[in-house]
């Protein structure tokens, strides 16, 4: 059985270079040598089997080539969607996504945010579950901040990818108010130590000029909490004609309640999300659900945070306007009774 080859130290592509360990660093580097220097350095090093062990490699250059994607509830099928998508991109621009999952937690939030920062991560993009906190002001005077959805409190994120939640609430609630529903539950994740998350706020503005009676219930994303929470609501005497859930993952515990008590979509209760995850389409009834786009804000995070940290002028801010994917859950007309 042969032995494994002892990995090839910077000094033997000095040897075979005729260079100077520091002028081989340098080139590997890409920095203070000609681009002759660096592809025949490169090409030493490639020969020799050389790698730059990682750590020296982030201690020479103050890189770690990571980004972390602080996720507010990987329970939510969404977010799923989006740390694979913003973790693929990352890789193509040889970056690494560390994803961590604040599982719906504002202090939990905070603390993995410090220490991704403590990590020494390049770069963070987060979606933020409490946007006012102030430790945001204080980690973007530090590291790259990339922040999706929502804006950070402070307004000093170096990028933001913002949701037209606004025009998102419209969309969702016209929609309703057109199919003759006059009382509307609306579940959302957002906790009680965040009341003021701009589409919670669009939510009240919007059912008052629309003449909606709304009902804003905390509902959990995961899918047990979620059923358990719309088996109490929907089960009781005054059951809305109407839930608009700000999330699909809610609405699909929604499904799950109807089935559980007898009820039909939208027979006796019309179901609207809020992301048009992919599943959404293959219920039965489909989802009606508002679409953000989950491609463009990929990109446009992706394409934020890799910029700031290699010091590219950029479009700091990306407004992602919603569009409305109309499906057989909302049905046609109000259910009658």
Same mark, same amino acid.
């Given at each position: 059985?042969?032995?494994?080859?002892?990995?090839?130290?910077?000094?033997?592509?000095?040897?075979?270079?005729?260079?100077?360990?520091?002028?081989?660093?340098?080139?590997?580097? $890409?920095?203070?040598?000609?681009?002759?220097?660096?592809?025949?350095?490169?090409?030493?090093?490639?020969?020799?089997?050389?790698?730059?062990?990682?750590?020296?490699?982030?201690?020479?250059?103050?890189?770690?080539?990571?980004?972390?994607?602080?996720?507010?509830?990987?329970?939510?099928?969404?977010? !799923?969607?989006? #740390? /694979?998508?913003?973790?693929?991109?990352?890789?193509?621009?040889?970056?690494?996504?560390?994803?961590?999952?604040? $599982?719906?937690?504002?202090?939990?939030?905070?603390?993995?945010?410090?220490?991704?920062?403590?990590?020494?991560?390049? $770069?963070?993009?987060?979606?933020?579950?409490?946007?006012?906190?102030?430790?945001?002001?204080?980690? #973007? $005077?530090?590291?790259?901040?990339?922040?999706?959805?929502?804006?950070?409190?402070?307004?000093?994120? !170096?990028?933001?990818?913002?949701?037209?939640?606004?025009?998102? /609430?419209?969309?969702?609630?016209?929609?309703?108010?057109?199919?003759?529903?006059?009382?509307?539950?609306?579940?959302?994740?957002?906790?009680?130590?965040?009341?003021?998350?701009?589409?919670?706020?669009?939510?009240? #503005?919007?059912?008052?000029?629309?003449?909606?009676?709304?009902?804003? /219930?905390?509902?959990? !994303?995961?899918?047990?909490?979620?059923?358990?929470?719309?088996?109490?609501?929907?089960?009781?005497?005054?059951?809305?004609?109407?839930?608009f859930c700000f999330a699909d993952s809610i609405a699909y515990g929604v499904y799950a309640a109807t089935r559980e008590l007898g009820l039909a979509v939208p027979g006796d209760v019309a179901v609207c999300g809020y992301d048009n995850h992919p599943m959404s389409a293959l219920l039965t009834p489909p989802l009606t659900s508002v679409d953000w786009d989950i491609d463009g804000i990929v990109h446009s995070a992706v394409r934020l945070v890799v910029d700031v940290i290699d010091g590219k002028p950029r479009k700091r801010r990306v407004v992602r306007e919603p569009s409305l994917r109309v499906? #057989?859950?909302?049905?046609?007309? /109000?259910?009658?009774?």
């Open positions: 059985m042969s032995e494994k080859r002892k990995r090839a130290t910077i000094r033997e592509v000095a040897q075979a270079t005729g260079l100077s360990p520091a002028a081989v660093s340098y080139a590997l580097r $890409g920095i203070q040598t000609s681009e002759e220097t660096q592809e025949r350095v490169r090409a030493a090093a490639q020969r020799l089997g050389y790698e730059a062990h990682p750590i020296a490699r982030a201690l020479a250059s103050g890189r770690t080539d990571q980004v972390g994607l602080l996720c507010g509830s990987l329970e939510d099928y969404w977010q !799923q969607s989006l #740390a /694979v998508g913003i973790g693929r991109a990352l890789l193509a621009r040889d970056r690494y996504a560390l994803i961590v999952d604040a $599982g719906g937690d504002p202090d939990r939030e905070l603390a993995l945010a410090r220490r991704l920062r403590d990590q020494r991560v390049d $770069g963070l993009i987060v979606q933020p579950l409490d946007p006012s906190a102030a430790l945001w002001t204080e980690l #973007a $005077g530090t590291i790259p901040v990339v922040s999706i959805g929502d804006a950070l409190h402070g307004g000093q994120a !170096q990028g933001e990818v913002v949701f037209d939640n606004r025009r998102g /609430v419209t969309l969702a609630l016209e929609h309703l108010r057109e199919l003759g529903h006059q009382r509307v539950t609306v579940f959302t994740p957002t906790g009680a130590s965040t009341p003021d998350r701009p589409a919670d706020v669009h939510v009240n #503005a919007e059912a008052e000029r629309l003449g909606l009676r709304v009902d804003v /219930v905390v509902v959990p !994303q995961s899918l047990a909490a979620a059923t358990e929470v719309a088996l109490r609501v929907l089960g009781g005497p005054d059951r809305p004609s109407a839930v499906r #057989a859950s909302t049905g046609e007309t /109000v259910p009658a009774g």
